[in-house]
């Protein structure tokens, strides 16, 4: 029933079939455009951006034209009608959103729409632009299947991305399996996911991921904590990181014992990060509260980062349940949209 704190959990360990009836969503939808494309804009805030993340993350080994995520009421000045602009909220109310939207269309850009109805939806329908409808009622956060995977299918339909389907059947195929060691049904001693929600319990989680590859999801596993958890945490990216806030932790020791920190790696990082991930943990090792990695497993890149991915949403819910809140509502988030209003 809506408001348990499982609740959350249930949406978010729904991941694996969530991303099945978002493909066949997608693919349903007739999108062709005369365009000869020179970049991609996703745009969009919060949980519905995120997708545009894991989309320029990915199209760096995958796709040739240059992809950006904007988070604004404006569009960047390059954009026109050679920008492909995927414009997403999950609300389809999103202020910043429209407006981005709405910009789009005076500089005639293509356009796609992905949300699950209000504004967004009827401007398209009004408007004539391709809408991707996807199910209403979930919280932006737990709808990140449905977020992401449809801008891979209009990539593909407007033949901007090629050969992702074996990809993408692989990657649910791993989080499905995941799901069944991660589930509440399995004890901590077994739970990977369980454990980490121990390890982050009254500690301030600090997570370390990798330009290129686990960028996207060592950001995501900061918002989920935020917001599911109703918790700070902080994320920053290797090789970046080994150039300033490495040297942040010169602090006076009593601030480092409250942190955890994480490491997000997989096998697709240069192997000169793996060795920068091995020296780092050798100098903080000792100084910091708690330091440990998780390994994402999978068998293509994709797969890794949603395993990864996956990992951190059902992690941020245990958390929720050891800090014995309800991980749905994000007052704060209602407040200030309320105040803006
Ligand atoms: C995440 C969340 C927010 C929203 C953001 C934008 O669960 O609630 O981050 O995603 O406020 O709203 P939408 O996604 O409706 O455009």
Known sequence: KKGDPENMLEA????????Q????????????????FKN???????????????????????CTLPILVNRD???????????????????GNTEETLSAYEEAKLKKAPIVALTSGGQLAE?????????????????PRAATGYLFLPLLVVLEKLSLLSDIAAEIEETIAGLADLSKAISAQVPTENNPAKQLALRFYNKIPVIWGVAGTTETVAMRWKGQINENSKALAYFNVLPELNHNEIVGTEVPEKFLR???VVFLRTEDDHPRVQKR??????????????????????????????????????????????YGIDPS????????????A
């Open 12 to 19: 978010l360990s729904g991941l694996p079939t969530q991303c």
């Open 21 to 36: 009836d978002a493909m066949q969503r997608a693919r349903a939808v007739n999108i062709s455009f005369a365009a000869d």
């Open 40 to 62: 991609i804009l996703v745009t969009g805030l919060g949980g519905s951006a995120i997708g545009g993340d894991f989309l320029r993350v990915y199209g760096y080994r995958k």
């Open 73 to 91: 009421y404006n569009l960047p000045s390059f954009v026109n009608e050679q920008t492909l602009v995927l414009a997403v909220s999950y609300s």
């Open 123 to 139: 401007r398209a329908k009004k408007d004539g632009i391709p809408l991707i409808l996807i199910p209403s009622g979930l919280q």
């Open 258 to 260: 409250e942190l955890e």
């Open 277 to 322: 991930f091995d020296i780092t943990k050798e100098i903080i090792g000792e100084r910091v509260g708690g330091i440990s990695e998780v390994w994402g497993d999978g068998k293509n890149p994709l797969a890794r980062m949603f395993a990864l991915t996956y990992l951190g949403d059902c992690t941020s819910a245990y958390l929720a349940l050891l």
């Open 329 to 340: 509502p994000v007052k704060l988030i209602t407040l200030l949209k309320n105040k803006l």
